[in-house]
């Protein structure tokens, strides 16, 4: 019988912050998995991502998970990450669909001819709102964090939609213990943010104690760049273009991905995980400092999100 | 001490890092206050002081408030976070902050003090550990101090802080630290608050805050940031009989079949006999499944995977719950709510409940609504935005629920309005109402103070009966807890038995009790009145089919 309990054997498990996220988070995407008609995991291929897709493999294991992963593709994502992306989805066997507003492209929109905003505007929020709508998804995964960015910081985990895929900071719905209100009426949508507690930090610590594959432009190496004053800008994308003596070869990596030609690289010796998190700890700067759209205007993350970006 | 200046000396070593980083547990606390008691400055200032700022925030926050030529950093703008609030001057909404030190992770749940106070506070209370009550040294406890201690004692916070800030304007005054340490007593008494704290600040300054003021030499309690650092969690704090709402099965092939959930109290272990509600089926727990491997025992708040040795039907919403302590199914319940829609409480109309993994329909009829600042509650059958109240809660089909002050986790539902799917209230369980069947448990643990005479006759005559009996002397409340969990009737003689211990362990209700608690006129009870009690109790010995 059940007294066969040792009395030694009783211990309270003291679960560490790590231990805790991740069940909070595995929570979460069970809570939704199941509540939910047909969601889907947006996946930008960045460490992230990467960890959201762990947590998903963790929740329904031995099960495989049971919703496809949705890749906006702006067309000028970096060449490694496309090529991890396809190779690490297949690896793990989950069903991977692409997004690209096409039509925008065929036109030439890029981040010079447009400017960042109006280029973000039709390659990202555009392309998502018409990869949700397309595939009638009525929620998505992503994953933002809170502490990424302020007006990131008041986002609920379930972040309620209009039917134009709209945010209303005034008008979210409370979110009180770990009870997740996801009814929504047709065409409505909620984006899911399992990852709404962890910092930057606690994503590379578990990336290190997971073992978790990211894409390559986060070590270190040798990378052509066009230097101007503090700024590295990776050499990729043909309108990208340097004045002379811009280009360069500079021992770099990519702090967050994004798109090449709005993304900027910092010189960096990091080529392994804890030295990036060794690099992280001692820096002065915040993560997305380096990320070209969010500087545009003070606030500007808050009027991209309202307009239904992430 | 701030982390990021230890790691910057030059002996850094980011294995040493790591390792220490994994030791770090989790602690979430709200804060709440009004614009003018410094509350973005006091959290502003945790975050700088902590070495928890990056440059270019700073930076930025210096921008902004450019026009007033002021070289020092406005900490409320490290913080502050919506256009919207930015505009009005005032936070709006619940803000998540993040921070760190040495020894701990923190999360702040950073509520405004003003506009929608009950609806944000309660939702950045729910999973607090602890609240910080902002106090103007200069005003003391104002009806606004009285809400927010309100709403925390109502959330089930045990330990709040009351920081006394802006003690610069008033001199660092002893004397006015202490009438107000004495008035919030008066507060906490009142409210049942177990632990309540105050501590002299100055967020602008940053005395208390971080680093120990020169200020007060009169003041000998920690700083804020010390406190913080070593309060114990809710969840080390817990002994919650073992509770996992099933949120999903999981079945890849006809070999296995799992049902996925996150602990939502106590523990379990491989072996351990459990119960399925609502359907009442037992079964004994076969393996716990993770992703990373099996594991022997897990406890809240684990996300699992458990198969039982029995096939049983199990589907989402259901509670596997400890077969020695399940709740009751009930249609009917008392709860506290807080109302957090526009729309008021309609005592006609039909709601969605959603409790754990389950969602029910459900009528609300409201007993009365109590005024948050006096705490007297008033004859009502309605409830406004931000009101609270009790009311008596009828579901359209059972639902497995405890009492919030012994778990919050099955305690708490959210009710939503079928039409519009608004969120529309916040409920608290304060007691299962339905006429219950009592459940058999085959375990107790019965103190007998220091009666060494009447702890042998007891025994005898339990083994007698077939009770499944232990005595021990020891008063560790891990110790009883895993006696409980074993199924045996615990004899405990000890001489001073009537320790905080026993008290936490009250709340396995029913099968804890004294020989005191026995007997009308209060003496200790005879073997044979005891042995009555546990059959009044509904505990009988194990049953042939339990011992195989």
Redesign the interface.
């Given at each position: 019988m059940a007294s066969a309990v040792a009395l030694s054997s009783f211990a309270f498990t003291r679960l560490s912050h790590l231990q805790m996220l991740e069940a909070e988070s595995i929570h979460i995407l069970r809570e939704v998995a199941s509540e939910f008609q047909k969601p889907v995991m947006l996946y930008s291929i960045g460490k992230d991502s990467s960890v959201m897709l762990r947590l998903a493999q963790k929740a329904f294991y031995p099960g495989p998970i049971p919703f496809p992963l949705l890749h906006v593709d702006t067309g000028y994502k970096f060449r490694e990450m496309i090529e991890f992306r396809d190779n690490y989805t297949r690896e793990l066997g989950v069903e991977l669909l692409v997004w690209r507003n096409e039509p925008a492209l065929a036109q030439g929109a890029n981040p010079v001819a447009l400017g960042t905003q109006r280029c973000c505007g039709l390659l990202k929020t555009q392309a998502l709102l018409d990869g949700l709508r397309e595939h009638g998804f009525d929620a998505a995964f992503g994953g933002a964090r809170r502490d990424e960015e302020r007006s990131r910081a008041k986002e609920r985990i379930f972040s309620f939609r209009d039917r134009a895929g709209q945010w209303d900071p005034k008008n979210q719905r409370p979110e009180l213990w770990n009870i997740f209100n996801g009814r929504i009426h047709p065409g409505e949508g909620i984006r899911i943010f399992p990852l709404s507690n962890w910092t930057e930090l606690d994503i590379w610590h578990y990336i290190h104690l997971e073992n978790i594959p990211i894409v390559p432009l986060y070590f270190a190496k040798e990378r052509k760049m066009l230097v101007r004053g503090d700024s590295l800008i990776p050499v990729e994308q043909s309108f990208v273009k340097g004045l002379p003596g811009e280009e360069q070869w500079v021992r770099s990596r990519l702090r967050s991905l994004g798109c090449s030609p709005c993304t900027g690289a910092i010189r960096s010796d990091a080529d392994t995980v804890p030295k990036i998190i060794a690099e992280l700890v001692s820096f002065r700067s915040s993560e997305r400092a380096n990320r070209i759209i969010d500087h545009d205007q003070d606030g500007s993350m808050e009027l991209k999100k309202r307009e239904g970006y992430f | 001490m701030p982390?990021?200046q230890e790691?910057?000396q030059q002996d850094?070593s980011?294995?040493d890092?790591?390792e220490s980083?994994?030791?770090?547990?989790?602690l979430r606390f709200s804060t709440a206050g009004s614009v003018d008691d410094g509350k973005s400055t006091l959290i502003g200032r945790l975050l700088y002081d902590s070495r928890n700022v990056?440059?270019?925030?700073v930076r930025a926050v210096t921008r902004?408030t450019g026009a007033s030529a002021k070289t020092s950093i406005d900490f409320a703008q490290l913080t502050?976070?919506?256009?919207?609030e930015?505009e009005q001057g005032i936070t709006?909404?619940?803000?998540?902050?993040?921070f760190?030190t040495a020894k701990?992770?923190f999360?702040i749940a950073d509520t405004p003090g003003h506009e929608q106070y009950t609806?944000?506070m309660?939702?950045g209370a729910?999973?607090a550990d602890l609240a910080i009550i902002l106090i103007d040294a200069r005003k003391g406890i104002l009806a606004q101090s009285r809400r927010h201690a309100s709403i925390a004692s109502l959330l089930g916070i045990r330990h709040i802080v009351a920081a006394i800030n802006k003690m610069d304007l008033v001199n660092f005054s002893e004397e006015v630290f202490e009438r107000h340490r004495t008035a919030l007593s008066v507060l906490a008494a009142k409210l049942d608050i177990e632990e309540m704290l105050a501590i002299p600040i100055s967020a602008l300054d940053g005395d208390n805050v971080v680093t120990r003021s020169e200020r007060t030499p009169w003041y000998d309690g920690p700083t804020l940031l010390e406190h913080l650092e070593t309060m114990p969690t809710t969840?080390?704090e817990s002994d919650a009989a073992f509770r996992f709402p099933v949120?999903?099965v999981?079945?890849?092939h006809q070999n296995?079949r799992?049902f996925?959930?996150?602990i939502a109290g106590g523990?379990v272990?491989v072996?351990?006999?459990v119960v399925v509600l609502p359907s009442g089926k037992t079964s004994r727990v076969e393996s716990i499944?993770?992703?990373?491997g099996e594991l022997?025992?897990?406890?809240a708040?684990?996300?699992v995977?458990l198969t039982l040795e029995d096939e049983i039907d199990v589907s989402?919403g259901d509670l596997i719950a400890a077969a020695y302590s399940a709740p009751q199914p009930t249609t009917r319940l008392e709860a506290s709510l807080v109302w957090?829609h526009a729309d008021p409480l309609d005592g006609a109309k039909t709601y969605?409940l959603?409790?754990?993994?389950q969602t029910v329909k459900a009528t609300v009829s409201l007993r009365h609504r109590t005024d948050i600042e006096t705490l007297e509650d008033h004859a009502a059958d309605s409830l406004g935005m931000n009101e609270i109240g009790v009311a008596v809660v009828e579901t359209s089909r059972p639902v497995l629920v405890d009492p919030y002050r012994d778990n919050?986790?099955t305690g708490?539902?959210?009710l939503?309005d079928?039409a519009t799917?608004?969120?529309v209230g916040?409920g608290m369980v304060r007691a299962r109402l339905a006429a219950e069947i009592e459940q058999h448990s085959t375990s107790a643990l019965i103190v007998l103070g220091s009666r060494q005479t009447l702890l042998q006759e007891l025994e005898q005559r339990l083994l007698g009966q077939g009770y499944?009996v232990v005595n021990t002397r020891v008063t560790n409340r891990?110790?009883w807890?895993?006696?409980l969990?074993?199924?045996?009737i615990t004899l405990v003689a000890c001489e001073d038995c009537e320790s905080p211990s026993i008290a936490h362990l009250r709340r396995h209700e029913g099968l804890v009790f004294d020989s005191l608690d026995v007997h009308p006129q209060g003496e200790h009870g005879t073997a044979e009145e005891i042995e009555r009690e546990l059959h009044r109790r509904n505990i009988f010995p194990?049953t042939t089919e339990?011992?195989?």
């Open positions: - | 982390p990021i790691i910057r850094f980011i294995e890092f790591l980083e994994q030791q770090k547990d989790l990056y440059e270019d925030q902004t502050d976070g919506l256009r919207a930015r709006i909404d619940v803000a998540y902050r993040f760190a701990r992770k999360i609806r944000n309660a939702t729910s999973t969840a080390e949120q999903r999981i079945r890849p296995f799992g996925a959930g996150q523990s272990y072996g351990d006999k499944v993770t992703f990373d022997g025992s897990a406890s708040p684990q996300s995977t989402r957090l969605l959603k409790h754990t993994s919050h986790a708490s539902f959210i939503i079928p799917n608004a969120t916040a499944a891990a110790v807890e895993s006696l969990h074993a199924g045996v194990t339990d011992a195989r």
